[in-house]
């Protein structure tokens, strides 16, 4: 029977979303295609293994203090040879920093087509066609592969649903392999942010500003419409690296990620590593002057309109609501 293998991913002992993501669009395909689902995990702690099984028919367990902190090399080396050893119809592996490091070289070495930054995969006789996203997100593309028999997909994460736990959790098999130390690039720290006075993780609202805001002095809008909430204030990528707002205010795939009551996106475009960092929160709501922006497609209320003219009515209602002025 045909296989169809998962890369667990996890970092300092919590295994990411992305990866039952996988597990979710993996069982859908094995059905289609008759094959059995496996996810591989390369970890120092065993533990992790049960964490997994409920989702796939296998977990393939490779335990070694090397794979302690994830490098790409490492796990280069072993990926190759299960991939050359089982050879699954197809392997799947998140579209985040880690399987941007990894997957590529893994195309070479194992000689597999590869196509990154996936949102959608189905087999259409028995031949794989992907889906990927076009001029952020506005168009949709369906690709396919030519002559391969076996592939490696990149999934981009938040695009499938976690899928609910089997009746019978898959069965655990042990690996024994050598596993090769690479001394030319190693691992040295986790580096986190400090925080700034606000820790946007805990707060129950928080209002979220994108490149919408334009410059560092339009802030006052912003800090106006927060105070009238009682709510933190975090950004997108570009406003951090603008130093309109600290590090530790980036909501996102390279920031934090925050599941508030109520977040507020303003002027946000709702790229996925944006979308990542706060699809579960609660209430989403999105002021956004372009209708087609997809984070529209995350939110549960929009308002289309320039934030520069939304904003300030805004507060001044919930000022007005709350009795003030
Ligand atoms: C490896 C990697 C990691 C990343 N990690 C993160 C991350 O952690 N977090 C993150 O946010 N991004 C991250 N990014 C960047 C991400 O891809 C996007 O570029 C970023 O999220 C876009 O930020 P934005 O929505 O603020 O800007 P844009 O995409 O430029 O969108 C600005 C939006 O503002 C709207 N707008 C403009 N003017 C107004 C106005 N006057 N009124 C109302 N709306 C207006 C526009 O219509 C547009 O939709 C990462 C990228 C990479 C490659």
Redesign the pocket.
Known sequence: MSEILVLAEHSRGVIKDVTFEMLGIGRELAGVVGAKLMVLILTHDEALANKLSPYADTVLLHKDELFKDFNSEVYQGILTKIISERKPVLTLIGHT?TGIDLAPNLSVSTGLPLAADCVGLKFENSKLRVMRQMY?GKINTSIGFTDAQEYIVMVRPASFQIPGQMDKPGEIIKLDMPVEKVDYKKFIDYIEPEITGVDITKSEIVVAI???IKEKENLSIIEKFSSSLNSAIAG????IDKQILPPDR??????KTVKPKIYIGI?????F??VM?MKDSELIIA????AN?PIFEVAHYGIV????KVVPVLTQKINELKGGK
Not at 305 to 308: M, Y
């Open positions: 920093p952020t994108g490149r919408g997108s990528r570009p406003v980036q909501v996102g795939s390279s920031g002027g946000i475009s709702g790229a590593q944006h960092g002021i956004n002057k372009d922006a309109g320039d934030l520069f």
